[in-house]
């Protein structure tokens, strides 16, 4: 079972096992959504805080923090996966901390797939609210990848001008006056 929920998710780490376990549930009393199951977990190499790699046992676990990621939609029904994240313990530098996985990024709900589906949507005609209510996510979340997908694509505007400028002069015909128009290229 946990191969078949790995690829009909299309959830490519391979620290995160699958439990044999989906449930129905309901949000806010009347949205039904399928509930997955999932554990993350390995052994770290170095510490992130104080970068001490784990000799001697120097990194433990120590227990797990729990987190439900919003998914693609399955079949119309909004995807969740209860992730159940291993917190470790450094012994050098007295810290904690969790897994990261590239599923999602860190302090966030939304798994980065989600995130690919509302992108690929902004090309059609649909408003940020209709993908929003298609993807089960806000519309202040819709808003926001919106937002930073534009500040990637905005180009670099300097407030120079052009060594070369281009002008073209034409007569205008849009006024009676008929006088002399130009284009700025």
Request: charged share 20%; net charge positive; glycine share 2%.
């Amino acid at each position: 079972m946990s191969y078949y929920t790995q690829i009909l998710l299309q959830l490519k780490d391979t620290h995160i096992t699958f439990l044999d376990k989906v449930d129905e549930i309901y949000l806010k009393d009347t949205q039904k959504a399928l509930l997955f199951y999932g554990k993350l977990t390995y052994s770290p190499n170095e510490c992130p805080c104080c970068h001490m790699t784990n000799h001697n046992h120097s990194i433990v676990k120590n227990g797990t923090r729990s987190s439900r990621l919003s998914l693609v939609p399955i079949s119309g029904l909004k995807a969740c996966l209860n992730l159940s994240k291993q917190r470790f313990y450094c012994r050098n530098c007295c810290s904690s901390f969790t897994d990261q996985s590239p599923v999602v990024n860190q302090h966030s709900f939304i798994s980065n797939r989600l995130k690919q589906w509302v992108i690929s949507q902004l090309d059609t005609t649909l408003s940020t609210k209709m993908i929003s209510r298609y993807s089960n996510m806000s519309v202040h979340s819709v808003r926001r990848i919106v937002k930073d997908v534009a500040r990637q694509i905005v180009p670099n505007v300097s407030s120079e001008l052009p060594q070369h400028l281009c002008f073209d002069e034409f007569k205008g015909v849009t006024d009676r006056d008929k006088k002399n128009e130009f284009y700025l290229l």
